[in-house]
């Protein structure tokens, strides 16, 4: 039979099943919806995923020290009691899920909830009492260093410690900023330090209150969420699922764009606080919303207003949110305490932080200019059929920079998580004739080669590719083929982050077109369905790409990556690809080699180096004193051996930086656009790794500049 015809075979099935759900004994719409999102994300990663293997009782077990791990991370709530309780399903969730079962589930959700009751009488119990810092005793911070506590004596006791470090530490903050005050002014009143120690103390609780009560707000989905992620990622790491609310804020930031008000908000124990106003945004432009509001009711137009007070974060974002040129009329609790009525029309609120942007780099002494481009993402807009999107937007800054006669191009990916394969390869064949990019590989060894078929290059001068620890997936396919084609030298951390695989999203509603009218949304599943290779064959998976230069950096003193995440996929390679290598101008070897030297030599790349093995010593260290003398000569120690590092990434360096004269006209009209931009080319020029770019390519072009001598 075709595969074609398996395919829809098994969707029949699906139905079939479905439709006996929807005639099962299921008292509530709830019940049956979380039914339903199990069986569909199961058969669709059985069906889709890029290797889904065995629902089994090693995958069972997996599955329940995730969940386990992720319901209590820092074992302040649940007992040993309760471990031993669940794990009679250790070996069983394969089976619950298979049966589309929540036995475990339930159980859990009771324990957890019972334990987040318990814990709230602890704290406030043990936050009424002075504490002595005198005594010696000591706290683990680290949870991986502890096992759960076998009673609640023993629990309330590590509560006890862990808020007594934390008040210890807010304490020392009070007693530090009393001591500057102090030398500033002679007419500050000085406080003792017990009454210090009671301001630390309602700090902490506060804290804890406004915690607690986010806590109490936390519905069965929520827990459901975090354990049908716990099921899937099994399967790899990417594989995720993503309530509705998740994933338009997924599409949000893959795009760059949203329709509201474009105001940041956070949780303020029961209110919803303005956190920080979008420049440029509807809010902005409004102009009566400021940072410190209290947001009290959401009145959409000529409807009666609801009320936000003690309502979810999501909630409430969910009805401030709206379509494009709808208005909606938020009741502010201003900082003088009164209250007002602000109406605001939404519009597309532009993240502008998101998307690629470029500047000048003049070297005085050659007379050289170079062009620097920033790419936080591989963005697209998937929503709108010419949505904005990074290729275009590359396209556009190199154009841009060649208006200005630049001589070399630095392409900075560092932080840049990766995003749309598409446009990968799209503005990888802007510096290479036509030729494969990279190759993929999906289910039963089913390959792809993804290429530039545009013989054309946009630019063909030198290029330097930034990378670090967070550079990700797409950022590897691009630092991967310029490296493998010589048509670029990559520089950076030790190793970029390591994701050779590829995801897609699968839109579970669509999978169940009869579900009944009243029930909520499933939400989404981003499934893992190919690992990319490079050119080379190579895949980036784990490894990730090695620059051809390495800077330091405290990431090469961290564990971080693909390689330190649970369950995630292997290291393989395939069969290699013909491609004609990069004829390039100058001679890598020699290059590179006179970089090395200066990296060997430069100051601050010593004091960098230096730094970061000083804090990862710190890290592994994760006993503290709770005797307060002890614990203020460990933190001076700290201070004093870091007063050393204090200066870097503080000097300004020798780069000349600036806009870009075609950007000038739209940045002087927009102050608020000229100051972003103003502060991020302060940024840039005391960016040491950047200063060391550049010196690459002003060494490139002395080559090329003395071989041109030679042959004259």
Known sequence: MKLRNIKFLLIGLLLISVSFLFIA????????????????????????????????????EKAFDLYIE?????????????????????????????DVEFNFFDLSVKLINKRVNDAEGYYKDILKETFDFDIEETYE??????????????????????????TLTRLNDLLEEQEDAEEKSDTVVIKSFSELEEKAREKVLKRYDDWFHRMSKLEENDRLNIYI??????FDPHTQYFPPKDKENFDIRFSGQLEGIGAQLTQKNQYIEVMKIIPGSPSWKQGELEVGDYILKVAQENEEPVDVVDMRLDKAVLIIRGKKGSKVTLTIKKIDKTIKEITITRDVVVLEETYAKSAIINDAKSDEKFGYIMLPSFYVDFSKQDGRNCFVDVKKEIEKLKEENIDGIVFDLRNNGGGSLEDVVKIAGLFIEEGPVVQSRGRKESKKTYRDNDPQIQFGGPLIVMVNAISAS?????????????????????????????????ELDRMVPKKPADMKQLGALKMTVQKF??????????????????????????????????????????SALDYDKWTSAYDFDYIEDISKERIKNDSVLILIDENGKRLKEIRENTEYSLNYEQFKAQLNDREESGKRYEHIGKDTLELAIHILNADLLGIEADTSKKTRMDAWI????????????????????????????KEE
């Open 25 to 60: 004994s299921r008292s509530n719409t709830d019940d049956l919806r979380r039914d339903l999102l199990v069986k569909v994300i199961t058969f669709a990663i059985n069906t889709g995923h890029y290797d889904p293997g065995e629902i089994n009782d090693e995958f069972s």
């Open 70 to 98: 992720r319901i209590d991370y820092n074992k302040r709530f649940l007992l040993i009691d309760d471990i031993v309780e669940m794990s009679e399903y250790k070996k069983q969730l394969d089976d619950e899920m298979n």
């Open 141 to 166: 911070y680290d949870y991986e260093k502890k096992n759960y506590a076998s009673d609640k004596s023993e629990l309330k006791e590590r509560w006890r410690k862990s808020l007594k470090y934390e």
């Open 229 to 234: 992620n716990s099921l899937v990622n099994v």
């Open 474 to 506: 797409a950022s590897e396919i691009f630092a991967a083929a310029m490296q493998d084609y010589e048509r670029a030298i990559v520089v950076g951390s030790s190793s970029t982050y390591g994701k050779g695989t590829v995801q897609n999203f699968t």
């Open 533 to 574: 290779y490079r050119i080379n064959g190579h895949t980036t998976q784990l490894d990730g790409v090695t620059p051809d230069i390495v800077f330091p950096d405290y990431y090469n003193y961290m564990d971080f990556g693909e390689r330190d995440m649970e369950n995630a996929m292997p290291w393989d390679e395939i």
């Open 682 to 709: 302060v940024g840039l020029k005391k960016d040491i790794y950047l200063f060391e770019t550049v010196n690459i390519l002003k060494n490139i072009e002395e080559y090329k500049a003395k071989n041109a001598r």
